[in-house]
Structures are given as structure tokens and as C-alpha cells.
């Protein structure tokens, strides 16, 4: 079976070692963290200087609480607009500094953090644990309204107006033609030296009255991935694309210019798996083989 590829997140890799500079490894202790966030008014996951950022907004906190800078490492890096509930990260900090209880923290971080970001849990990770590498699988969700009168208010800062008709059945079918090991470059922004070859695992969709949502979950995703599989499928419902269109864009190796990429805004990382605690290591190992090359109409 091929290995997963370390460049495994939607829409980019994490960056940062999830630490700090300790004198002897005895000194710290890896934390988990489980992390829900309104993405609406963050410049992404990512520490970048001078924008408000996810992670910047974590670790000054975190950093205040423990007296010493530190690094998080995100199991799935979301870009600019893009919301969470269950995304994962690790933490490496000064055992000394630890309480008791380290889920205590969580009380704390509350009141420091804006109300868009919550800490929702913080535990001892188990040996091995590495939000990033150990991930087995990520789920993502995208909401889409195709009312006439556009999002609800209080659901339109993660639902996309969408007040076209769409045929669902063909998305669906669209849709569970991309399942499997393949080639997504049609379907990601490039980065260089970076693998484009996935394990797509669920893409479906589901209805509730006006409400449309995609389910998607992968071994890993590359840059903009998610959005450009909803945008691909939204073309096909509105009848713009044929279903053929969407399977024959796995024989693509670049991305392909047909495929719209849907709204930031209606994507949601809701959840990271992960294996058994005994099975960390070797998945930390798999996941940094990086994949090679599929060949056009392979698999």
C-alpha cells in the first residue's frame, strides 16, 4: 500500500515543531489540544507576522500561561475563512510548569482568548502522539444553501449561498467516482515537491431542506483540495459539467483551470482520527514516506 505523504493537511502543510528549547528531554511534557474556531476573521491557521492568526492567538496565550514561548503543530493547517470543530494540535511545554490537571488550562484559556477560538481540551498526549504525522484520517464538512433568500443569518458565516438548482444525484454520482487512491493534481494548487497523490475515503453529500452538505474525508489533503472537489461538484449539479468531466479530471497532472474552488466559508475541519496509542510510531513513520507518482488511468 503507499505511504501517506507529510504533506498530508488541507489546504497546507503545518509548519513549527510544536515546542520549545529545552535543556534535557525529561523537561517537557507533549500536550494535546482539541480546538474549535470561527474562521471568519483569521488570516488562516498559521503564524504569520502582522495578521491575525489562529495559532498566533493560541500560543501568545498559551506562551503568557507557561512563562516560555511555545510552538504548536496543527493536524490540518485551514486556510483564511476556513472554520473548525475538531481540529487537533500538539504542544510541547516545561513539565514544571504543568498543574495537577493540565484540562484545568482549558478554564484558563478561555479567559484569555477571543470568543472566535476556544480551547475545547487539553490532555497529557500518549508517547508518540504528533498531531500532524500520527493522523490517520481527516473529515471536513461544507455547507451550502441553495434557498432563494441566500444563508440564514446566524449560519451565514459558514454557509454558502448558493440559489441555483442542482441536480444532487449527479453530484453524488460525481462525487463517489474520485473514491480511492489517486492523482488530485486537477483538483490542488501546486507546491513544489509536494505529492498531490491521495486517498480519498468519503465524498457524499446529504440534504436538509435547502441545506446542502459534503462530506469529505481523506488520509491527507493537499492546498485548496476540499474546495476544488465541492466547486467541481457544484458544476456538475448545475448541469455546467458531466459526471465523465469530473472522473476524467483524475487523469489531469495539473491543476486544472475548469475547476472553480468553491467559498472559504463554508468549509469545516470537524474532526482528526487518529490510531491506537501502541500504533503511533509506526503511522508517524508511514505518513513521512512520501508517495510517488500514479500514472494516468491507473487505479
Not at 85 to 95: E, F, K, M, W, Y
Not at 129 to 140: L, M, P, Q, T, V
Request: charged share 25%; glycine share 8%; hydrophobic share 40%.
Amino acid at each position: 500500500m503507499v505511504s501517506a505523504s507529510a504533506d498530508a493537511n488541507e489546504p497546507v502543510v503545518p509548519s513549527g515543531d510544536g515546542g520549545f528549547a529545552a535543556s534535557e528531554p525529561g523537561d517537557i511534557t507533549r500536550l494535546r489540544l482539541d480546538i474549535a474556531y470561527d474562521g471568519t476573521d483569521f488570516s488562516g491557521w498559521a503564524r504569520q507576522p502582522g495578521l491575525r492568526t489562529v495559532c498566533g492567538e493560541i500560543e501568545e496565550r498559551l506562551s503568557a500561561i507557561v512563562r516560555t514561548p511555545v510552538l504548536l503543530t496543527v493536524a490540518g493547517r485551514t486556510d483564511a475563512g476556513v472554520h473548525a470543530s475538531g481540529q487537533v494540535a500538539h504542544v510541547d511545554v516545561p513539565t514544571s510548569a504543568l498543574p495537577e490537571d493540565p484540562s484545568r488550562w482549558v478554564r484558563r484559556l478561555a479567559r484569555f482568548l477571543p470568543k472566535d477560538v476556544r480551547v475545547t481540551a487539553i490532555s497529557i498526549a500518549p508517547e508518540h502522539f504528533d498531531a500532524r504525522f500520527s493522523a490517520i484520517r481527516r473529515h471536513y464538512e461544507y455547507r451550502v444553501t441553495t434557498a432563494v433568500y441566500g444563508a440564514q443569518p446566524l449560519r451565514a458565516r459558514d454557509t454558502v449561498a448558493w440559489p441555483k438548482a442542482v441536480d444532487l444525484d449527479a453530484m453524488q454520482r460525481a462525487s463517489a467516482s474520485l473514491l480511492g487512491l489517486h492523482d488530485f493534481a486537477a483538483f490542488c494548487k501546486r507546491r513544489e515537491g509536494a505529492t498531490t497523490v491521495r486517498e480519498l475515503q468519503r465524498y457524499e453529500w446529504t440534504r436538509d431542506g435547502d441545506i446542502l452538505t459534503a462530506h469529505v474525508s481523506a488520509d491527507a489533503f493537499c492546498w485548496s483540495m476540499v474546495r476544488s472537489l465541492v466547486g467541481a461538484a457544484l458544476a456538475v449539479g448545475e448541469g455546467r459539467r458531466t459526471v465523465e468531466w469530473m472522473t476524467g479530471l483524475l487523469d489531469e497532472r495539473e491543476r486544472a483551470a475548469s475547476v472553480a474552488v468553491a467559498p472559504a466559508h463554508g468549509l469545516s475541519l470537524v474532526g482528526v482520527d487518529y490510531p491506537a496509542d501502541e500504533d503511533l510510531a509506526a503511522r508517524n513513520a508511514a505518513t513521512r514516506e512520501v508517495r510517488g507518482p500514479i500514472a494516468p488511468g491507473c487505479c
